[in-house]
């Protein structure tokens, strides 16, 4: 049998899973390699269905500790902006899809953006500008992927946020993407004034699109030909999530 482990902490919504699961020190035991998008299955079943998938494997343990997905202090931040600067110089790289409104030639970062992350990762939840951000990052403390959330600046529209995210390259449809998304919303549940996800995607990257749509996103919009990048009009589509009961 193959003995694999992620993050269960991490993974698992902590107020409700601990007492039926044993929290962070359950070992899943597959006769079969688990790959990351099946372990993040296991992050959005109830605890019954939990139940029914360990006693369906035959699961016995599961201890995670393969993935960590935390919240980012400043102390994260040049790495962070190292991995970006990669990230970013994949936009629409080698016949792949845009996803960020800028050229193929640009992949340097900021100093504007550098400076809203630091502001953001400072600032407290209820001060303007306000950014929180997570990093999956595996064993050795290397950057897997990112997800944040930051209000709108609008007035009266605190009860939506607006997510970004980004997966290295290397770690995509490998469930890190899922992972994150999952963890965020299972998070924004938990918080009394956020009613409403929402996010922007570039027309064109069908796989972010699926990928959100399969984690429960709609489309409520598209601004057709939102930008015109290397000689192409971009449209930008708009996705919400709710994750309370709207009024």
Known sequence: MENVSVECEHLFDSGTEPDDCGGADLLLCFPFTLSL?????????????????CNKYKVKKLKINSMNIVVAKESDL?????????????????????????????????TNVRDKFLFGVRAKKDQPGWRKLWLAKNEAG??????????????????????????NIDNRR?????????????????????????LCVLSGNDPA???????????????????????????????????????
């Open 142 to 167: 290397r950057i897997l992927g990112h997800i944040d959330i930051q209000p709108y600046s609008e007035k009266n529209s605190h009860h939506r946020v607006l997510l970004g995210m980004g997966v």
């Open 174 to 198: 490998k469930g890190v993407g899922v992972a994150l998304i999952n963890f965020v919303l299972q998070y924004c549940k938990t918080e009394d004034t956020i009613d409403w996800v929402d």
């Open 209 to 247: 699109i699926c990928l959100y749509r399969k984690m429960g996103f709609s489309v409520i919009g598209e601004h057709e030909d939102k930008f015109r990048i290397d000689g192409e009009s971009i449209s930008e589509i708009l996705m919400t999530i709710p994750v309370k009961k709207p009024l």
């Open 37 to 53: 998008t099946q372990v993040a299955l296991f992050s959005v079943v109830s605890n019954r269905g939990l139940r029914c998938l």
């Open 78 to 110: 040049e790495n962070f902006f190292f991995y970006l600067e990669k990230h970013s110089s994949e936009n629409g790289s080698e016949g792949r899809p845009l996803f960020q409104p800028a050229s193929r030639s640009e992949s340097s970062i900021s």
